[in-house]
C-alpha cells in the first residue's frame, strides 16, 4: 500500500510539473518568507504539545468529516493550542491538497507540516512554495541515498523534517541522517495495522536532543497520556480532532 501511496503521489506530482516547471516553483519557494522554526516550536517543554492535523479521509479509515474550511479548521486548532499545523495534501486517498495547506498556511502563525508521501525534491519545493515550514519523510518510503538527500534539501530551505518511522532499524535510518524530529506512527503504513505500544518500546533509541513525536492512535486524553508517559514530547493527532469538537478536545488533550 505504501508504495502505491507513493507512486500515486509521485505522478500527481508530475502531472503538476507539466503546467508549473521545477525552476517556476523553485523560485516561488526562495521567494517565500522564511519558515517558522517548527523544532523551537516543538522543543520539548514540562507539558506535551500537539500536532492537530487537517484530515478529511484515509485509506483505513475512509471519510472522517466534510472539512469545507481547512483554514476555520485550523483557526480553531491554533485557538485550542496546537504547537504546529499537519495538512494531508496527499489527494488521492486523504481527499487533501495544497490549496488546503495554502489556505491554513495564510491562516495560522503556527509551524505548518505538509503531510503527503513525498519522494522527489520537486515536492519539496511545492511544500515551501505553499508556505510549509515542516515536511513529511516516510523512511519505510524510501532509500537511504534518498532520504538524506531530501532531508539535507528539507534544511537548505530553512525547513524541519518530521522523518517518520515504524521499527527499531528505520529510527536508527532516520538518526543516521541527522534527523531532529523522529516521528513514530502507530499506524504500519502498508497493512494499517495499528500498534499504540510501539512509540514506547522506540522512543529510547531516540537520544534527548531529538525531539520526539508520537502519531496516530490517539482518541482519549489517556491516550496522549500514554504517549507522554513514554517519553512523547509532540503527539501528532488526526482523526479525533476532526470527529470531535477541536477547540474542547484540544484543551481535554493538553490538560494530561
Ligand atoms: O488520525 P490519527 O489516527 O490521529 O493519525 C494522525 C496521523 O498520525 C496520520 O494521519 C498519519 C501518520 N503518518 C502518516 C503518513 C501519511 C498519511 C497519514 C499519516
Request: hydrophobic letters at 50%.
Amino acid at each position: 500500500m505504501l508504495s502505491e501511496l507513493l507512486a500515486g503521489a509521485l505522478s500527481d506530482a508530475a502531472e503538476r510539473r507539466l503546467t508549473r516547471p521545477f525552476a517556476a516553483v523553485e523560485s516561488a519557494a526562495l521567494d517565500r518568507a522564511p519558515a517558522i522554526d517548527a523544532l523551537h516550536a516543538l522543543s520539548p517543554a514540562d507539558r506535551v504539545k500537539i500536532i492537530a492535523e487537517v484530515k478529511r479521509a484515509s485509506p483505513s479509515r475512509g471519510t472522517l468529516a466534510e472539512i469545507s474550511d481547512p483554514a476555520a479548521l485550523a483557526v480553531s486548532y491554533e485557538f485550542g493550542g496546537a504547537s504546529a499545523i499537519s495538512v494531508l495534501t496527499e489527494g488521492r486517498r486523504f481527499l487533501g491538497s495544497l490549496a488546503d495547506l495554502e489556505q491554513v498556511r495564510a491562516a495560522v502563525s503556527v509551524p505548518v507540516l505538509r503531510k503527503d508521501f513525498i519522494g522527489e525534491p520537486y515536492q519539496v519545493l511545492e511544500a515551501r512554495a505553499a508556505g510549509a515550514d515542516l515536511v513529511l519523510l516516510i523512511v519505510a518510503a524510501l532509500d537511504q541515498a534518498t532520504l538524506g538527500s531530501l532531508q539535507t534539501l528539507v534544511r537548505e530551505l530553512g525547513m524541519t523534517a518530521l522523518v517518520e518511522t515504524h521499527s527499531a532499524e528505520e529510527v536508527d535510518r532516520a538518526l543516521d541522517v541527522g534527523a531532529s524530529l523522529v516521528g513514530v506512527n502507530a499506524r504500519n503504513l502498508s497493512t494499517f495495522e495499528l500498534d499504540q505500544e510501539l512509540f514506547g518500546r522506540l522512543a529510547d533509541r531516540i537520544p534527548s536532543g531529538v525531539v520526539r513525536v508520537a502519531e496516530s492512535a490517539v482518541k482519549t486524553a489517556a491516550d496522549v497520556a500514554h504517549y507522554r508517559a513514554a517519553g512523547a514530547d509532540v503527539v501528532l493527532v488526526g482523526e479525533a480532532l476532526v470527529t470531535n469538537d477541536p477547540i474542547l478536545t484540544l484543551t481535554e488533550f493538553l490538560a494530561v
